[in-house]
């Protein structure tokens, strides 16, 4: 078992927990989208590691955003609702593998996302 430095391990905690706040929203809505922005900008300057975890998170949020307008734009021609579907299984499982990386120590970019931040 390898020991990591506090600071290593304190990042892996906040990266974690920053990924996994994109689920607050399924407690109170808006929340998801808030929170891990708040998160971000607060533990960015004292945990460097934290800020390539925030910008991966931030552009899955405008990127959910994104695809959820359209989709819903296409409900009118009933293909958006399986893709509002799709949408939501995404914006749940997501989070999760970018937690259990980010517990890892890795930085793992999600999927089907626009780079908005870099």
């Known amino acids: 078992m390898q020991i990591l430095p506090p600071s290593e391990l304190e990042t892996r905690q906040w990266a974690t927990f920053l ?3 994109l689920l607050a929203g399924l407690l109170v809505p808006g929340a998801g989208f808030i929170l891990p922005i708040i998160l ?3 533990k960015k300057e004292e945990l460097p590691g934290i800020d390539a975890h925030g910008k991966v998170v931030a552009n899955w949020i405008v990127s959910a955003l994104i695809y959820g ?3 819903g734009g296409l409900c009118f021609v009933l293909v958006g609702f ?3 579907g799709l949408l939501a299984l995404l914006a749940f499982v997501f989070p999760i593998i970018g937690a259990l990386k980010a517990s890892d120590g ?6 089907l996302v626009i780079r908005f931040f870099s």
């Open 82 to 84: 399986p893709l509002l």
């Open 40 to 42: 971000w900008q607060v």
């Open 19 to 21: 990924h996994l706040s």
């Open 106 to 111: 890795v930085v793992w970019a999600y999927p």
């Open 69 to 71: 307008a359209v989709a």
